[in-house]
């Protein structure tokens, strides 16, 4: 084992992200991330990158978009209303195929909201929030030194597909502080060569990156069905998915992130109690696991989703189950936290109700 730092969540990443060599940041103060463009303001100048505190999101998402198209590795960071701002700037990336990671530390919404946690900005995630078919991998990790690991594969991921990678973490995650260990990067692909860099034409056709495609049938169509080819191939071999205590669990948890982290707990004291809880905890949001989730429904008798919102995760969970399960919520919006007790009182009631009934109630009651 080796030394162990105490670090705030958006230092780990921020660090993460320096080992992995993004070597530019542009970034705008906003609440619950400012330690990120905090931190990258100091360490970057130290290892001969640039930091840039941008006049707004949408000329930081655009710097990133210049940034990576010179070959840089790349990096901005915000919250969620700053996130829904550079959402344009996003879907010119992702529809130029072009590598950068984004951070999103949600926070309580709609509009400005509050600066407590949040886990509402899922379908602005997951289900590309700007315009065009597009998709961006998406990472939810639940602790920090899972934080720093998947935020330096993060950028291997983006180089290697060619795609814009979102860490999706919120105010908790960003905030807390935990012992990490800093370990050394290593790629964990075989990158391949940037031939898309505009370096200068170096006795070769100039290079143009570019999103207005006019022509439709064999411009922009082909270029849509170019896009979803490689979509499909990331879903074929990038799901990531933890398991806990799922093996014999007749109640199983779905969760991510932070949530999925106190849902753990709750599941040992279930445990505790003689009832047969588990937990999944999708570490890919996109691509979904969707085998692992399918493979619960047939030895399950019912699932219970956990998020810090009113419903959004809910829904890739019943799509991968195909609502072979009775699936039960718990969540609100707005900042709302939830504790052991109360998950391990939902999934008490749960296991009564199933016990007195004998039987499955609505396989898709919300």
């Known amino acids: 084992m080796g030394h162990k730092i105490l670090l705030k969540g958006n230092e780990v990443m921020a660090e993460a992200a320096v080992q992995a060599g993004c070597r530019f940041f542009a970034g705008y103060p906003i609440t619950p991330q400012n330690e990120v463009p905090e931190y990258m303001s100091k360490r970057l100048p130290e290892v001969g990158g640039v930091f840039v505190q941008a006049e707004s999101e949408l000329a930081a998402i655009n710097m990133v978009f210049g940034a990576s198209a010179?070959?840089?590795?790349?990096?901005?960071?915000?919250?969620?209303?700053?996130?829904?701002?550079?959402?344009?700037?996003?879907?010119?990336?992702?529809?130029?195929e072009l590598p950068c990671v984004i951070a999103n530390m949600q926070r309580g919404g709609p509009g400005l909201g509050n600066i407590r946690a949040s886990q509402a900005d899922y379908f602005q995630a997951v289900k590309g929030g700007g315009h065009g078919d597009y998709r961006v991998i998406v990472l939810g990790p639940s602790t920090l030194p899972e934080l720093y690991q998947l935020t330096m594969n993060a950028f291997d991921w983006a180089d290697f597909y060619r795609n814009p990678v979102m860490i999706l973490g919120d105010g908790i995650l960003g905030q807390m502080a935990e012992p990490v260990e800093l370990s050394p990067y290593k790629p964990i692909v075989n990158l391949p060569e940037k031939d898309f860099v505009l370096d200068g034409c170096k006795g070769r056709e100039p290079r143009v990156v570019k999103t207005l495609v006019l022509k439709p049938a064999d411009g922009l169509v082909a270029h849509n069905e170019h896009l979803q080819e490689k979509y499909q191939r990331i879903e074929d071999e990038l799901s990531l998915c933890a398991e806990y205590e799922t093996a014999d669990a007749d109640i199983v948890v779905a969760a991510y992130g932070?949530?999925?982290?106190?849902?753990?707990g709750a599941v040992r004291m279930a445990r505790e109690k003689g009832i047969a809880a588990g937990l999944i905890r999708p570490i890919t949001l996109w691509p979904f696991p969707k085998s692992l989730f399918l493979s619960i429904a047939q030895t399950a008798s019912q699932v219970l989703v956990v998020e810090m919102s009113h419903g959004q995760f809910i829904e890739d969970v019943k799509l991968a189950m195909n609502c072979a399960l009775p699936v039960e919520f718990l969540g609100k919006g707005g900042g709302w936290y939830p504790t052991e007790e109360v998950i391990l009182e939902k999934i008490e009631a749960m296991a009564q109700a199933y016990a007195v009934s004998g039987k499955e109630t609505n396989k898709c009651r919300h």
Do not use: D, N
Not at 258 to 264: H, Q
């Open 70 to 96: 010179s070959g840089a590795r790349c990096m901005t960071s915000s919250s969620s209303p700053g996130i829904s701002l550079k959402q344009e700037g996003i879907s010119y990336i992702a529809g130029a």
């Open 258 to 264: 932070i949530t999925a982290r106190v849902a753990k």
